[in-house]
């Protein structure tokens, strides 16, 4: 069935750096972006950006560029995101998400439609 | 950035009400908007897309409407398995954002 899959729950130290990885199945892995979204305890759901696996072109908010990266491997369907330079704020729950796209006459509107299991991220001295 | 605004942040209800969640955009977004279920521990779920569209699989008691700044998610009648959090989101233009949230609790 189509799934993402995430790689497991990191302990990170204040400065250091955090690679999540999201293998994907079921699907043709270069046809859709992936984005990501992280979530912090008990807040809501925050959109990082997201990466074309067809081209490889990320997109990152102004907010993160400049720590995050996002990458892909077509060879084993994966998509990765590493944030570095992490601080306490970085706390979060990481989702990895396919987005699809629904095209009308007022352009074309991007939504989520699979969902990684979510990777907590805990930066903690 | 555009900004999401929902209403209310919290509801109380019981089996076999009707919900009405209300979500607003800062400023027009025509029907960019999706609406997502998550539930504690778990990753969203794609309900409707383009304020209206219901998502595969997703149980005909949800529905959405709305354009513009103004959108409203229903569910028709609640089920046990409905008691959530929603989030609206836009997709007009990025940064996308997404709403504070809608907790739907057992009265």
């Known amino acids: 069935q189509v799934q993402l899959v995430q790689s497991g729950a990191e302990v990170k130290k204040p400065g250091a750096s955090v690679k999540v990885s999201c293998k994907a199945s079921?699907?043709?892995?270069?046809?859709?972006?992936i984005t990501w979204v992280r979530q912090a305890p008990g807040q809501g759901l925050e959109w990082m950006g997201w990466?074309?696996?067809?081209?490889?072109?990320?997109y990152s908010t102004q907010k993160l560029q400049g720590r995050v990266t996002m990458g892909t491997d077509t060879s084993t369907g994966t998509a990765y995101m590493e944030l570095r330079s992490l601080t306490d704020d970085d706390t979060a729950v990481y989702y990895c998400?396919?987005?699809?796209?629904?095209?009308?006459?007022?352009?074309?509107?991007?939504?989520?439609?699979?969902w990684g299991q979510g990777t907590m991220v805990t930066v903690s001295s | 950035d555009i900004q999401m605004t929902q209403s209310p942040s919290s509801l109380s209800a019981s089996v076999g009400d009707r919900v009405t969640i209300t979500c607003r955009a800062s400023?027009?977004?025509?029907?960019?908007l999706n609406w997502y279920q998550q539930k504690p521990g778990k990753a969203p779920k794609l309900l409707i897309y383009?304020?209206?569209s219901l998502q595969s699989g997703v149980p005909s008691r949800f529905s959405g409407s709305g354009s513009g700044t103004d959108f409203t998610l229903t569910i028709s009648s609640l089920q046990p398995e409905d008691f959530a959090t929603y989030y609206c989101?836009?997709?007009?233009?990025?940064?996308?954002?997404f709403g504070p949230g809608t907790k739907v609790d057992i009265k």
């Open positions: 998400a396919r987005r699809r796209l629904s095209f009308s006459g007022s352009g074309s509107l991007s939504f989520f439609d699979i």
């Open positions: 079921g699907y043709s892995f270069t046809n859709y972006a």
């Open positions: 990466i074309s696996a067809h081209s490889g072109d990320p």
């Open positions: 400023q027009s977004i025509s029907s960019f």
């Open positions: 383009a304020a209206s």
């Open positions: 989101q836009q997709s007009y233009s990025t940064p996308l954002t």
